[in-house]
C-alpha cells in the first residue's frame, strides 16, 4: 500500500485539531468526533492541551483513504511551539493548511506558508468554519491570494454561508483552473493554442505534488461540510512518500519518555527496512533496536513509513539513523525558524528539589532542542530560552504534572548576542611569566560573518602536541565564547591556535607517572579561557538585541497615536500605507518591546489593530549596554579565576 506522510498545520484556533478529528471519524479510525472544547480529542493527550484546548506536542495518527495509507501528523499551532512544527515539516510528503473562514489569513499563517513554499512541499489549503456567523468565502481568497500566494485555485462553490446548514460543492471551471495551470506550463498552453486534448486535472495534481499552485477547499471540520471533498484532494492531488531501496535511513523527528523512563524515538524512514534487534548507528554512537512499532501494520519499518523505536538511549532529535558503518545521507532541508529570543530563571519552591529540576528540565530538552538550557553553579540558578509565555506555563504545567517539581519563574528577559569588532590575540608560555598551568596556549580571534558559526583553525603543527590536548582547547574555546564580555554568546568567530607547548609525561626516578611534572588536559582546558579572553579584550566586541519585523493593520485615525508608541518602544516604522479606513504601518521593533506593544495595541486601536511579527534580525543595542550574569568563575577577572579553578597559584 502507497504511502503518504500528511502534516496538518494552522494558526492557533482555525480549528485544525478539529479537523483531525474528523478525517479519522470519517476513516473509521474512531467512533466518534472528540471536541478540543471537551478535552476528548484523539491527538491532544497532554493534560494541559486539553485544558487549554491547544496542540503543544506534534502528535501522530494514522488512517487509509482507499488505498492509500495516511500518517497523519497534527502540529501545534501556536507560535511558541514552532519548534514542534520545524520538526514535523522535515518528515512530511504533503500538508495541508487550515484557516478560518472568520478571522482569515493571520500572523502565523504566514509564516507557516512561507516555510512550506520554501521546502516546496505540496499543499492543499482548507478553509475551515464555513457554519460560523461572520464566515467569509471571497474575501478569504482575496486574503489567500493577496499574503500567502496567488497561484490557488478554489475547488467548489459555497451555500448556506455562515450558517450550520454550510455546504460545499466540489466544482472548478475549466477556464479558470486552464488560466492559472498555463501560467506555470507552457507546453498546456501550447496545446489550448493548437487545439488538442487537455487533461487538466492530471496538469493539476502534476503542479499539485511541485508544490507550484495550491488548491482551495471550504468547509466545516464541526459539521463534516467539505470534509470529504478535502479527503478526495489528498489521496488524488498529493505526492505518495518514496520508498528507496538500500540501506536503511531514517530521520528523529520527535523524542519522548515512556513509562519507566526510557527513550522512544519517531522515525520518519527514507530508505531500506528496520526491525527489532537491527544494529543501528545514529549521532557518534552504535545502538540495537529493542522494541519497534510501526504506524499502520506489520513488525518492520519500511521506507516512506513512521514508527516508534525503543532501545536506543542516547537519541537526540535530528538524528539520523542508519546502519553502522554507512554514510548519512541528507534529508530535506531543514525548516530554520527564528531561535528563542527570552529567557528566564526557573526555580523550584523547595530546595530539596534542585537536584530533580536540573535531570528534569534536561529531559524535556531532549524532546525540544530549542529549550537552551543555562547552568549558574555559583548561584545554583537554571537558565531556560523560551519563544513566550505560553511556553513557560507548559513548562511549570509538565513539571508539576509528570515530575511532581513546583517551580517559579523570575521576569522573562531578552537574550542578546556579542560580535566581534576586531581582531585580537594573546598566548601564554608554559612555565613562563604567571601562567601556572603546564601549557602553551596562544589564541588569534577574528569576526566572523553573521550566522558563519564558530570555526577553529590550527596555525600549528597538528603534531606539535598529543590531539587530545588541542581537543581540549577547541572544545574550551566554543564552551568560553558562550559567554563574551558582557556574559552573551558569540555565536560566530574565527579562532586560530598560533602557540602550542606542553611538558611531556614524566615521572620520579622508580616511581609512576607525576602529574605534577606532565601536561594533562586539564592544563589546557583551564588556561584556553584566560588566552582567549584576552585576545576578546583586545578585539572588543559590541552587544547586539533581536529586532521583529512587524506589521501592523490599523483603523487610519489612530495612526499618529500608534506612531507615538511605536517611538516610545524604540521602533523603526516605514512610511505608513494610509488608506480611507485601515491603514498598514511597517517596521521593525525591538524584540524586547514586542510583548509590551501587543498590551498596548487594543487600546490604542480600539480593539481593531492586528500585529504580526517575527524575527528578522540582530542589531546593536544603542545606549546603555545591557551585562548578562556569569555562570562561570570569569577569566576576566584573573585573580579570582585562578582562586577558583584545581591549580591555584
Known sequence: ??????????????????????L???????????????????????????????????????????????????????????AEVERALSVLDGAVLVISAVEGVQAQTRVLMRTLQRLRIPTLIFVNKLDRPGAQYDGVLRQIAARLTPAIVAMGEVTGLGTPEAAFKPIVQDDVLLDLLTEHDDELLQRYVDGAPLVLPEVLAAQTRQAIVHPVYFGSAITGAGTDALADGIRDLLPRAGTTDGPFNGSVFKVERGPAGEKIAYVRMFSGTAAVRDRVRYGDTDGKITALEVYGEGDVLHAGRIGRLWGLADIKIGDTITEPGQAIAPHRLKARFAPPTLETVVAPRRLSDRGNLRVALTQLAEQDPLINLRQDDLRQETYVSLYGEVQKEVIETTLATEYGIDVDFRETTTICVERIVGSGAAVEFNKKDANPFL????LRVEPAPVDAGVTFELAVELGSMPYAFIKAVEETVRET???????????????????????????????????????TAGDFRLLTPLVLITALQQAGTTVHEPMHRFQLEIPTDTTRTVLAALSRLRAIPQVPALAAETSTLEGEIPAAAVYELEQQLPALTRGEGVLESAFERYQPVTGQVPDRPRTDHDPRNRREYLLHVQRRV
Open 1 to 22: 500500500m502507497e504511502v503518504l506522510n500528511l502534516g496538518i498545520l494552522a494558526h492557533v484556533d482555525a480549528g485544525k485539531t478539529s479537523l483531525t478529528e474528523r
Open 24 to 82: 479519522l471519524y470519517a476513516a473509521g479510525v474512531i467512533d466518534e468526533v472528540g471536541s478540543v472544547d471537551d478535552g476528548n480529542t484523539q491527538t491532544d493527550s497532554l493534560a494541559l492541551e486539553r485544558q487549554r484546548g491547544i496542540t503543544i506536542k506534534t502528535a501522530v495518527a494514522a488512517f487509509t483513504l482507499g488505498d492509500l495509507f495516511v500518517n497523519l501528523i497534527d502540529t501545534p499551532g501556536h507560535p511558541d511551539f514552532i
Open 439 to 442: 601549557a602553551t596556549v596562544g
Open 481 to 519: 565564547l558562550n559567554q563574551g564580555l558582557h556574559g552573551w554568546q558569540i555565536p560566530d568567530a574565527r579562532v586560530v591556535m598560533t602557540h602550542s607547548g606542553y611538558s611531556a609525561r614524566q615521572s620520579h626516578a622508580h616511581a609512576v607517572f607525576d602529574k605534577s611534572m606532565s601536561s
